[in-house]
């Protein structure tokens, strides 16, 4: 469970600084976006992980 959470703030800080040069100028409270971006990123993880459980 901890290398999955640590695997899944890789993922979010990954997204941040992949597009940072296009955000430098507009973004303005980088802890927010960091915890929406990790927020969702979470519910995106664990929905597929409910559809892959057989029903």
Request: with cysteine; proline share 4%.
């Amino acid at each position: 469970m901890r290398s999955e959470a640590e695997d899944m703030a890789q993922e979010v800080f990954l997204k941040l600084w992949q597009p940072l040069d296009r955000l430098n100028g507009v973004l303005r409270n980088v802890e927010g976006y960091l915890f929406i971006m990790a927020r969702n990123n979470c519910h995106n993880h664990y929905k597929k992980e409910i559809r892959k459980k057989p029903l």
